[in-house]
Structures are given as C-alpha cells and as structure tokens.
C-alpha cells in the first residue's frame, strides 16, 4: 500500500510552522482545484480524506504525492517536496474515471 503515513505525516506537521512554498502560482492552483487556500491547509495539516501516499524519485529529489478521495466522483492529488519549507510543486484535481483506475490499483485494502 504506499508508504508509511506516520513518517509522511511527522514531516509534514514538522515543516508546517515554517510555511509553504508553491511551485506554481498560487491563482493558478486555486482556479484550476476551485479551492482556497484555507482548504489547501485544512487537508494538508488534519490528513482527513488522505487515502495513499506514493514516494516519487525524480530529478534527483525526493517528492511525495499525497492522493485524498473526498468521494466517488471527487479527489485531488499534491505532490510536495521538503526542502528549507514544504514546498507545493502542484495540485490537481482527479475525477470519477479517474479514481475509479486508481482505486481498482491502489485503494484497494
């Protein structure tokens, strides 16, 4: 099933008092997820709808790709990185078809 949550989640709260970067601009990410940046904080600091946490090996850097589900026809996905900050590299919206793929391979407990 993906990695270890507690990890991800201790690097998280412990990179949460020194603030977030955002690897794109921030009106660009909340247009396209139709969010604010409230709820951006909300999902990424209380981990309620988080269902699977993928490690990513790329450029040389280690990213997180955090995948919440919200519903059957709803989810979103970050992926982050730490660095001197936790840092947002992007946000995107999945939709139904979408989870319903993801869900048969990884969702699955």
Known sequence: MGLDYSEV??????YSNLGIEYGKP?????A???ISE???RKDLFEFNSLKFIE???????????????YSRKRGRVYVIK????????TIY??????LR???VKRFKK
């Open 55 to 69: 490690k990513q090996q790329k450029n040389g850097e280690t990213r997180y790709a955090l995948y919440f589900v």
């Open 93 to 98: 919206p999945l939709g139904k078809k979408t």
């Open 26 to 30: 921030l009106d660009y990410l909340l």
């Open 38 to 40: 409230e709820d951006i």
């Open 101 to 103: 793929k993801y869900r």
């Open 9 to 14: 989640k201790s690097l998280i709260l412990k």
């Open 82 to 89: 730490f660095g001197s900050k936790l840092r947002i590299i």
């Open 32 to 34: 396209r997820n139709k």
